[in-house]
């Protein structure tokens, strides 16, 4: 969009119908952080396949109430439009970040004004527990009001459909259409009208019916049973996941679960971490020395809309050490499948499913107890997309992405971080049967059938100028992609933009194989300015070939 045309967008607010406040900011803005103004207004934040992700602030590019409302608007209209006279119902959850709850009432709101009826959570509750209501409550649709792992600046606005998954194609295409012809929040029902629909509270009850159907989950009684002692360390990072998660690892029976005083405080500045994504270090740093002053044997953390899980074990020289998302789904598949197996629960129609940037250990535990896999695009909606195709057909018995999701059972459509908190800890007591800690487990796997090693770089490229130069990394990949990987020739390209050759939706993400078999996949990021690199090995000499691949691609 051309200067002027953004200065005049933002002089619309200040002539519009907004609240003196919102001038107020945009006058601010505009007289002392000009990059900042145009970057505000430049563009509408765009309502992608899976919702709003932005900065919180004034402006057309950001997460505010006129962005929610009109966005809840465009999705009131196509539920309206796709269910013509039916009683209509939506699901709304959110997490603790800064205006969460907010833009929770303007969505409740909004729906409510154009006579659709809400149920909402009465407090903050995780991502799986609003899939979880929009299945229970057989509603139309649900929102999440959250932006993940994302900064203390982000906020986000996540839609869900009848199944409980996040939307995909072509639901995903359809409401944005509809949402994009919502144009200026005059447009938007904000207050509420006659034949409004009601707003209902849930709570504790919803809460027990999921803690009681995880439990018919679990795979090894006896063994919690006898190690219901298992010392371990529980942050919700100032999230969601403060009461569901210590709540459903008692009723495990596991007593000796202790927390970080100072992460149970929900607080959407995360005062405690530079970042609350337990993808990184820092995150688990605090939980980590906890657990070394305790001597506890696990850590486990969850993100703010608690769908993602980080966890730290005892090394064979007692130090604490991070997996990473790739080795606790490959170790909670191993884990799962064997005791399905000894408990004879598996046959041809169950299956696993992992994305393609996942690691292939995962393949490889499946395919040893003759376990179907699908290989699917990045984003748990895709897992989930599967899920719902095969209703009737197969069983899912678990599947997980690299970037910390993982879920097990049909009844959540998304990842489930209580549900992986749970399992890891099962996981730990039936290891602990056998005379191994988790750590060991994870070697014995590596023996079993090789060492493999991920590791991923994301350049974080912001604003206009960086989704730019974005673009333009991905259009020189595919214009000239490399001929060699860490020494070995460059065998095949996958490009996921020609979905008539891999047979899986459109998605602007590259994959590069050698030789060798070690991979690499290119992809920016869906929710933040950030492109990324994957990076796959496996062998004796994965380390190293890792540590070519990141010096070659992470320039």
Not at 116 to 144: C, E, F, T
Not at 282 to 291: F, N, S, V
Not at 478 to 495: F, L
Request: a negative charge; glycine letters at 8%.
């Amino acid at each position: 969009m051309a200067e002027r045309d953004y200065k005049a967008v933002a002089q619309s607010w200040l002539d519009g119908n907004f609240d003196q406040a919102t001038k107020i900011q945009v006058l601010e803005l505009r007289n002392n952080d000009p990059a900042g103004f145009e970057d505000a207004f430049y563009r509408n934040l765009e309502f992608g396949t899976g919702g709003l992700r932005g900065i919180m602030g004034v402006g057309t590019n950001r997460m505010n109430k006129y962005t929610v409302g009109m966005a809840t608007q465009g999705l009131a209209n196509y539920l309206k439009r796709s269910y013509p006279g039916e009683k209509l119902s939506v699901c709304i959850s959110f997490d603790s970040r800064n205006n969460s709850k907010e833009f929770a009432k303007i969505t409740a709101d909004v729906l409510s004004s154009n006579g659709i009826h809400v149920y909402i959570y009465d407090n903050l509750r995780p991502i799986p527990l609003l899939s979880y209501a929009v299945r229970s409550k057989k509603a139309n649709a649900g929102v999440m009001i959250t932006a993940s792992h994302n900064p203390k600046e982000y906020n986000g606005y996540k839609v869900f459909w009848n199944d409980g998954a996040q939307i995909t194609s072509p639901v995903d295409k359809e409401i944005v259409a509809e949402v994009a012809t919502i144009t200026d929040p005059s447009q938007v029902r904000f207050e509420p009208v006659e034949e409004c629909g009601g707003i209902e509270l849930m709570g504790h009850e919803m809460d027990e019916a999921y803690l009681n159907d995880v439990m018919t989950l679990t795979l090894s009684p006896e063994a919690r049973a006898k190690h219901s002692d298992l010392k371990i360390v529980y942050t919700p990072i100032h999230g969601s996941g403060v009461r569901i998660v210590p709540e459903l690892l008692d009723k495990m029976g596991f007593k000796n679960v202790n927390h970080v005083p100072e992460q149970d405080i929900n607080d959407g500045n995360f005062p405690t971490v530079q970042s609350p994504n337990p993808e990184e270090a820092g995150a688990l740093k605090m939980a980590i020395d906890l657990a070394d002053r305790i001597g506890a044997d696990l850590v486990m953390g969850t993100d703010p809309d608690a769908d993602r899980i980080g966890i730290a074990v005892r090394d064979n020289d007692g130090k604490m050490v991070l997996f990473s998302g790739n080795q606790t789904g490959a170790m909670l598949t191993y884990y799962i499948l064997t005791r399905w197996n000894e408990l004879g629960k598996i046959d041809s129609t169950k299956y696993c499913i992992k994305t393609i940037v996942t690691t292939e250990l995962i393949r490889a535990i499946a395919e040893k107890f003759g376990v179907k896999v699908y290989n699917v695009l990045t984003g748990f909606k895709f897992i989930a997309d599967v899920v719902r195709r095969n209703e009737g057909k197969g069983e899912f018995i678990c599947g997980g992405e690299e970037s910390y999701g993982f879920n097990l059972g049909e009844f959540v459509r998304d990842k489930d971080a209580p549900i992986s908190c749970a399992m890891v800890a099962e996981c730990a007591a039936w290891a602990a049967e056998q005379g191994l800690t988790l750590y060991q487990l994870m070697q014995k796997i590596y023996e079993e059938f090789g060492y493999y090693k991920e590791s991923l770089i994301s350049l974080v490229r912001k604003g206009k100028t960086g989704a730019e130069e974005i673009a333009q990394i991905m259009c020189d990949y595919r214009q000239t992609p490399p001929i060699e990987m860490a020494g070995s020739p460059v065998v095949k390209v996958i490009d996921y933009n020609e979905p008539e050759k891999t047979g899986l939706p459109k998605s602007n993400v590259l994959q590069f194989y050698n030789e060798a078999g070690d991979v690499v996949t290119v992809r920016p990021s869906g929710t933040e300015p950030k492109i990324k690199f994957y990076f796959g090995a496996r062998g004796a000499d994965a380390d190293a070939k890792i540590e070519t691949l990141r010096a070659q691609f992470g320039k």
